[in-house]
Each structure stands twice: as C-alpha cells, then as structure tokens.
C-alpha cells in the first residue's frame, strides 16, 4: 500500500473541494495533525475512519486505498489487491495476543461449564450434552491457537541458514521449547533445532 500516494490523493480531492485540512478534522472529527499525517502519507486513516472519510469525499474505499479513481475493470483487480495488503497491516504478535486471550476466555469458560455441570445438573443425558459440547469448544478453540501460531511463524534452518514455514502436522508433532522446534528442513532435508521468528 503507497501510503504517499493515498495522501496525495485524498490531499487532491480536499483541494477540489476548497477546504481546509482544518475544515476536513472538523468534519471527520479529528485532529488538524491527523489530516496533515494522512495527506503527507506518515498515516493511514484507522479502518473505522475510512468509511466516513470516502463518504465526504466521495470515493470508494477501494479507490481510497488505490490512491486513485478507478474505472470497473481496475476496480475489481485493485479490490484484491487491497484486501489482501489490509489483512497483512495487522501486526502478527497483536493478532497472536489477541487469539490467545479470547480462546483462552473461551476455553475457561467452557471449564466452568463442565464443571458446573457435573455437580449441578441430575439429568444425565443433559450433563453428557453439555459437556461434550463444552468439550469440543475447548477442542476447536486449542486448534484456533495452534493454526494462529502456525500462521505467523517462520523457522530459520540451523544447517543451512534457510527460512521456512513448517506445515501443521510437522508444527504440532515436532518437539519443541517456547522459541524453538525439532524441525526438518525443507531445503536441506536435515533435521535439527529450529529458531523460531515472527513473520515480518
Ligand atoms: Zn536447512
């Protein structure tokens, strides 16, 4: 995403309208420094901001984050394009600490139940009906982690110096300590412990 480019841009179309960045804070609720970063493209407007901002202006999100008018045909090509580059703006640690404290919650609460349950409900079919449900939650949520963490880490090669992703069955089934995994490398074939690091 040209991060200069949409300020030029969204600077272009205030013009056209013969406002001031003051006036757009105004409207938009901002700050006057909040304009001026997004325009000279040290900034993008937080996500919730963008709707509210294309609508003042006019323009589609997408055209927002194109840097440009689009016709129908660039439309389309740009949308993919642009939603894949917003998913990637997310920080991987923030997304990994935020799955984590939401499964976990989940995963507590799911406990609770369980035991709850057991203590407190005669029926024995409902007891087996919420726990097996509470049960595969905590199953689900645990596989929710694992994909997050797979999906956000690499793995440096002690022998060869490569980087790689491992698949899921080799990140579960693999030995490991919290930075590092017991891992066979794709490009050298050998097997050895690997670094782990967060994709950039
Ligand atoms: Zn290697």
Redo the contacts with the bound molecule.
Sequence with gaps: MDTVKIGQFIKSLRKEKSLTQREVAERLNVSEKTVSKWETGNGMPEVGLMLPLCKFYGIGINELLSGERLDERQYVEKAEENIACLVDRTPPRKKIIITTISCILVILSSLALILISAFFIAEIWIKSVVIGIAMIVVFADISVIILVAVSTEIYT??????K?VPSLKAYILAPHTFKRRYLK??????K?WNNSHLKK
């Design positions: 090669c002690e022998k060869c110096g490569e790689f490398c794709p490009h050298c074939g050998k050895s």
